[in-house]
Nanobody, 123 residues
């Protein structure tokens, strides 16, 4: 069993950076592909980034390519989302999610979810 806890959200200004962390419990973390998703009020949950269990494969939404970087440290059972050049449109609750084996950008494919962390970007 893997349980996920996000941290690192906050209120920043446009152009600033934030790093989100997602700490996992359990001893099978490296078997899980991990994803970051976000949901703004009134919107559906949308894909942000994903990383394979080994960390060798990644995928990004077009809206964050070149600005966000997903990484993981399997020794620490933690996945990160480095967010640079933040925009007001990035404002949302950010969730990390896990699924066994292959990464995907489809939220319903993930069966482990954290509680979410709020990111607010002011103009």
């Amino acid at each position: 069993q893997v349980q996920l806890v996000e941290s690192g959200g906050g209120l920043v200004q446009a152009g600033d950076s934030l790093r989100l962390s997602c700490a996992a419990s359990g001893r099978t973390f490296s078997m899980y592909a991990m994803g970051w998703f976000r949901q703004a009020p009134g919107n559906e949950r949308e894909f942000v980034a994903a990383i394979s269990g080994s960390g060798t494969s990644t995928d990004y939404a077009d809206s964050v390519k070149g600005r966000f970087t997903i990484s993981r440290d399997n020794a620490k059972s933690t996945v990160y989302l480095q967010m640079n050049s933040l925009k007001p449109g990035d404002t949302a609750v950010y969730y990390c999610a896990g699924k066994l084996y292959g990464l995907t950008n489809i939220p319903t494919s993930y069966n482990k979810w954290g509680q979410g962390t709020q990111v607010t970007v002011s103009p």
